[in-house]
């Protein structure tokens, strides 16, 4: 769905500083440097692990040698305080229906995600149908409402009504709304006085293959310090082999149950005989962990933030070739290349009007803590940061014709974006993959979710040798084999022209904006508007 643009917003694009050349990016420095951060010597850059201090020295030198100057009250670096929640072996969870009870092998036919430390068991609990768990009572949709769930497990859908019906039926199309990412059903029963959670898998709802989920089960967790007791004792993911199985025996089928699911009033039900029981123990560590910030002072104090994710998933294997670091080369040491090839560029040219911070986030994998963190303890206002260019490739791919846009329709950013790729001769079009909601997925949401106008993008797979036929079966291939995984390593025969690409438009865009007298806005309609608007006396008015 595209939003119009409001009649007051004025695109920055008319500041873009047109170049005689490229942007200075080089695809070998961007290599060299996501082949050092997803070598094996920084064990998967965990949070908390033995990673992050080699990462935090290699980004801090970095930063300094790029021409930055220290961001974080003179220091390089923004403590984030987390807790980090391990479950030990031996947890369980065994599945009742129509009188057969049948243990849940944790990765294969579930995952289950304990919610505080120390020993759960929930004993067997009672299944109650909840649709797609999607609170939204102006769409007809509160699943919840009038049902007692009190000591009760939630079993629900992947994604939102809208998925795969091709049409709008309120809740924006192909595109995921918030209120349809596991996050937020999770939130919604717990409201509800869920005692757990379980989401139905499919790869195309998802967005992603149960390998990924699976081989995830028994990551380590992190949520914000300090620890909050949750009512709420665990969620978790159903095998589509696992849900076919429990629906069978109560005589449903997953087509009908979202067919009456989409319809408004949908009321939650009992599965009869269903039940599921879990068991696990959890320990929780208190972790100090680090975001990296750097800035260019600029004549005013007014700010653009680029931002990437430096952590990956660390020293979490095996995998079924006994490779136990998740080395992160994709996702997100190339991102976090990017970020400090841009400071490279932008720090040699002149002093820029509006100061330039970039900065490297921790635990992107584990929640945008870290860049929440930042939201939340802003070290510049969040009412003068201009906009937040957010870097967080999804594949390396070749020279491409085409930029790709995540979440488009939201800020005038994605005009100064267009600029900025007709530049260097590319286009941009709208993401390919609406309904995997990448919008609440990476580190500019929590900036965005606060009001300042956020843009992230990426590198397109409309190759300039092979099209999208190529590009789509790259990035296809890493999906289903590669994403979180410890195969997701550095091949030599990357080139990074693609790479390059995107990283050119970020550093047009910034320099653009960090030149400019006008602010970025929302266009008419966003949810974020108003609360940037809250905060509009804080800003001086465009020069």
Known sequence: MRIPLTATAIPIAAALIVAAAPPPISPARIKADVTTLASDDFAGRGPGEIGEARTLAFLAKAFADAGLQPGANGGWLQDVPLVRLDRAPGAAMVLTTAGKTMPLALGRDATLALRNPGHTATGALPLVFAGFGLVDPAHGQDPFNGIDMAGKIAVMLANDPDFDTGKDMGFEGRRLVLGGRFGSKVAAAARAGAIGVLVIHEDAAASYPWLQVGSGDALPAFVPAPLQAAALQFSGWLSGETAATLLQ??????????????????????????????????????????????????????????????????????????????????????????????ARALAKGPKPQRSIVFAAWTSEEKGLLGSDYYAGHPLYPLATTAAVINLDPHVVLPAARNLELVGGGRTTLETDLATAAKQLGLRVDDEPNPEAGWYFRSDHYPFAARGVPALSFRAGRDLKSGGFTTGNALVTDYNNHRYHQPSDSIDPAWTFEGTAQEASAALLVGQSIANSAQWPQW?????????????????????
């Open 249 to 342: 025996s109560a005589g449903l089928d997953l087509a009908t149950l979202k067919a009456r699911s989409r319809a408004p009033g949908f009321r939650a039900f009992p599965l009869p005989g269903a039940t599921v029981a879990a068991d696990g123990t959890l320990t929780a560590r208190a972790v100090t962990s680090h975001n990296v910030v750097g800035i260019i002072p600029g004549s005013r104090a007014e700010y653009v933030l680029y931002g990437a994710h430096w952590d990956a998933n660390g020293l979490n294997g095996p995998d079924a070739t006994g490779d136990t670091i998740r080395n992160g080369a994709i996702d997100n040491a190339t991102g976090t290349a990017e970020l400090i090839e841009i």
């Open 523 to 543: 266009n008419f309609g966003s949810d974020y508007a108003p609360i940037r608007a809250a905060t509009a006396a804080q800003r001086p008015p465009p020069r």
